[in-house]
């Protein structure tokens, strides 16, 4: 299974950007979807998750600002983000997660697409 995200760019604060990431593939379910990121000298931290079975999940630091969200027909993940600030600037990556036409597990990463927030 392969991802292709797009949509990060230089953004100033306050502003919006929309995250896309797309799976294709031999995929039967898609169980989980997500976006983390990594700002440079830090670690890897999940900024959100859709859980097929549980919901939607949000680091503290964006409630409120990003939405996370799913086009199980395009079997892509989407992540509005809104009021971004300097701190949100980062390499963002998405994850899929599920079964392949196979049933074997799968658990896939997108390339990462760099957000940049700054005036």
């Known amino acids: 299974v392969q991802l292709q995200a797009s949509g990060g760019g230089l953004v100033q604060p306050g502003g919006s950007l929309r995250l896309s990431c797309a799976a294709s593939g031999s995929i039967a379910t898609i169980k989980e979807m997500a976006w983390y990121r990594q700002a440079t000298g830090k670690k890897r931290e999940l900024v959100a998750r859709?859980?097929?079975?549980?919901?939607?999940t949000y680091a503290d630091s964006v409630k409120g600002r990003f939405t996370i969200s799913r086009d199980d027909a395009k079997n892509t993940v989407y992540l509005q983000m809104k009021s971004l600030n300097p701190e949100d600037t980062a390499v963002y990556l998405c994850?899929?997660?599920?079964?392949?036409?196979?049933?074997?597990?799968?658990?896939?990463w997108g390339q990462g697409t760099l957000v940049t927030v700054s005036s």
């Open positions: 859709i859980l097929s079975d549980v919901g939607t």
């Open positions: 994850f899929v997660g599920g079964y392949t036409s196979r049933w074997t597990n799968f658990g896939s």
